[in-house]
């Protein structure tokens, strides 16, 4: 893998302007996003945010509808298969071959890459060992679980060493210990590989990503290194845990929310979350309440704010008239091209 | 054509592992087998089957009519054969996703067709060859021998008359995302070439025109106007994948 950070040079990918219109609907509204080299990078957004159009249009499964979009520094319209040698690609729901083995397609993949010979046969072996495939190897992929075709997903994308991964939505079919092993294997690829992860588990972008971007609706809402963004856009959080057998939590729920400061108080799991505007006068004042409620707290602490909160905050809850009929938010209509 | 060789063992294995080649060369081992048979046999069938009362008089059989129903049967169950090899080669790969684990790979959108045409242009060469050997041997065997050469380039030409078929079929299949809708233009295709062929002036320039020089061949008799049909049906082979491409190039998986 060579693709190490190279502060200053060509990105390992660039989008500007990139815009994909399906009939009506603008899936992508002229995205510009650069993915330094050697980062590992989330693309976050809720369902129809454009994550996985982007993904499609940089493996070439997809045409821009415009703008441009490029994998170090060559158009991906150009549908080069020398750029497509540098890259790989699992995708939400990794399709094989079902009459092929495990072990044949890993040679598939690593034969199109231009691996052959004793190579080969060890890159297969060890690659089946890292991704915990190793005893099935022999087995025909249609017998495979969904875990299994998704660990295999990533043997076949990472076989060849490839100098950008892009991973949409990789953990979805994991067991624990596959997700753990995946995010391993991400973190043991920082440095010398371009990691793009699509994904909707914010702990698992908290964990390895560097970079974060975050897209609604086909837009880009907001870019960056993950901790400028958790302090940029976070607001301070305070957590408070009654002690047990705690009296008068609907009184000093309700006096929290009533503070001028405060701009969301939630109740879960027997912690109050108290968001709040103004921090130095939530920290001055949060206990008075407390006390003058006669609430008796375990524990009481400013806590850090999470990529969720950052999240839900940047893209937030859809209204009501921005829901279709299943739940999903509606998809931004096009303008004219 | 990146990746075409490696493509193209892949496109082969499928068509062992999935049973294609092997029934496929089955098929026309029978077809090569009972062309030779039927011919000398029908006629003591027919009186077997008429009885005392139905006297049905049947010319003596012949070698020739080893070799009509050799070319008659290949080209019936050939295109059948063809349509169905070819009707889910490109569709069924996009409506399962296994088109876009392959082209996200260092592999040309070209490489990916041309390996496919050419397994099942394999896989109906080893078939066409076998009923070809059959139909010799047993032609040999209940008639007189044929010419070796002659017969084997009169195999040439039938396998190239049902690749015609399959070629269109392959078209349809990289046009449409459904293999049921390109069985269904494959079928079409073999009507529409099937009342063409009525037409004297259009028929030499048909893959149907094939059958006579192809019978002409394993007779060993003087061939007639073979180049019009063989090159008109290598024409239509290469412009349906020509056209394959030209779609397939720009479509999304």
């Known amino acids: 893998m060579t693709g190490a950070n190279e502060a200053g040079g060509e990105p390992a990918v660039r989008a500007r302007g990139l815009t994909k219109r399906f009939g009506a609907v603008l899936a992508l509204d002229s995205l510009d996003l650069d993915v330094p080299r050697g980062s590992i990078f989330g693309l976050l957004g809720p369902n129809g945010a454009g994550k996985t159009t982007t993904i499609r249009i940089l493996t070439g499964l997809a045409r821009a509808s415009g703008g441009s979009a490029s994998v170090a520094g060559v158009d991906v319209a150009d549908d080069r298969p020398e750029v497509r040698r540098r890259m790989g690609y699992v995708d939400q729901d990794p399709r094989f071959y079902g009459w092929m083995k495990g072990r044949e397609l890993l040679e598939l993949s690593a034969r199109l890459a231009g691996i052959e010979g004793p190579e080969l046969r060890s890159r297969v072996a060890e690659t089946l060992k890292r991704t915990g495939l190793a005893d099935a190897g022999e087995r025909r992929i249609g017998a495979y679980s969904g875990g299994m075709r998704q660990r295999l997903g990533i043997a076949q994308a990472v076989i060849h060493e490839p100098d950008l991964l892009i991973l949409d939505e990789p953990v979805s079919s994991l067991d624990p210990e596959g997700r753990r092993d995946l995010l391993e294997l991400i973190e043991g690829l920082r440095g010398t590989a371009t990691v793009i992860v699509s994904t909707h588990v914010l702990a698992d972008v908290e964990r390895i990503c560097d970079r974060v971007a975050i897209l609604d609706r086909g837009r880009l809402v907001t870019e960056g290194p993950l901790a400028d963004l958790l302090e940029a856009h976070a607001r301070p959080i305070f957590e408070l845990v009654p002690a047990p057998g705690a009296v008068a939590m609907d009184d000093l729920v309700a006096r929290l929310r009533a503070a001028s400061w405060a701009t969301g108080v939630d109740v879960a799991a027997g912690t109050i979350r108290v968001t709040v505007s103004d921090a130095a006068a939530a920290a001055r004042e949060i206990l008075p309440i407390v006390v003058s409620c006669g609430v008796v707290l375990a524990s009481f602490e400013q806590a850090r704010p999470t990529l969720e909160d950052v999240f839900l905050e940047l893209v937030g809850p859809a209204s009501s008239d921005e829901l279709d009929g299943r739940g999903f938010v509606r998809p931004r209509a096009a303008g004219p091209s | ?253």
Do not use: C, H
């Not at chain 2, 075409?4 to 063992?9: A, E, H, K, S, T």
């Not at chain 2, 008109?232 to 190039?249: K, N």
């Open chain 2, 1 to 253: 054509m990146t990746g075409f060789r490696v493509l193209l063992g892949k496109e082969l294995l499928e068509q062992w592992r999935t049973l294609r080649l092997p029934v496929v060369a089955a098929v026309f081992l029978l077809v090569g087998l009972s062309s030779p048979l039927l011919a000398r046999f029908t006629p003591e069938l027919l009186d077997a089957l008429g009885g005392s009362q139905l006297q049905i008089v049947l010319p003596t059989p012949t070698t020739a009519d080893a070799v009509d129903q050799l070319i008659k049967n290949v080209s019936q169950f050939g295109i059948l054969v063809a349509v169905l090899l070819a009707m889910g080669s490109v569709a069924t790969e996009k409506e399962r996703g296994t088109a876009g684990l392959i082209l996200t790979k260092p592999a040309g959108r070209g490489a990916f067709l041309v390996a496919k045409v050419v397994a099942i242009g394999a896989t109906l060469a080893v078939a066409v060859g076998l009923a070809a050997a059959a139909a010799w041997f047993y032609t040999l065997v209940l008639f007189e021998p044929l010419p070796v050469a002659g017969f084997a380039a009169s195999a040439v030409l039938q396998w190239l008359a049902i690749m015609a078929f399959a070629a269109i079929t392959f078209l349809a299949s990289t046009l449409t995302r459904s293999a049921l809708a390109a069985a269904g233009i494959g079928v079409v295709a073999f009507i529409v070439i099937g009342v063409l062929s009525a037409f004297p002036a259009i028929a030499p320039y048909l893959p149907v025109g094939l059958g006579a020089p192809a019978r002409a061949l394993a007779l060993g008799q003087p061939v007639e106007d073979a180049l019009r049909p063989v090159l008109a049906t290598i024409a239509l082979v290469g412009a349906s994948v020509a056209i394959a491409w030209l779609s397939f190039r720009r479509q999304e998986l």
